[in-house]
């Protein structure tokens, strides 16, 4: 079982940055891939970055440029780098974890992010 607890999330005007946290903890032997998702008002769910143990990434292509994503394996945490945020950037921000060997997904609780124009 794995329990994610997100942070960071707020209100920035355009051109802003944000720093989001997804801290896991649990009974796991490791985390493989840890990622943040997006979801804005009436759509579905996207990803927005991903990471995998070994520190391979993959962007969304509308954030490739502007956004980071890192981790620190020792304190199972994922970091999302948000730079030159615009307001469709606006959305709440789900971190997911998905255990080392297996099937099962675990997400966040949400976190709001909200960009001004």
């Known amino acids: 079982q794995v329990q994610l607890v997100e942070s960071g999330g707020g209100l920035v005007q355009a051109g802003g940055s944000l720093r989001l946290s997804c801290a896991a903890s649990?009974?796991?032997?490791?985390?493989?891939?840890m990622g943040w998702y997006r979801q804005a008002p009436g759509k579905q769910r996207e990803l927005v970055a991903r990471?995998?143990?070994?520190?391979?990434?993959n962007y969304a292509g509308s954030v490739k440029g502007r956004f980071t994503i890192s981790r620190d394996n020792a304190k199972n945490t994922v970091y999302l780098q948000m730079n030159n945020l615009k307001p469709e950037d606006t959305a709440v921000y789900y971190c997911?974890?998905?255990?080392?060997?297996?099937?099962?997904?675990?997400w966040g609780q949400g976190t709001q992010v909200t960009v001004s124009s």
């Open positions: 649990g009974s796991f032997p490791s985390i493989n891939r």
């Open positions: 990471i995998f143990r070994g520190g391979s990434t």
């Open positions: 997911k974890a998905e255990p080392w060997g297996s099937p099962d997904e675990y």
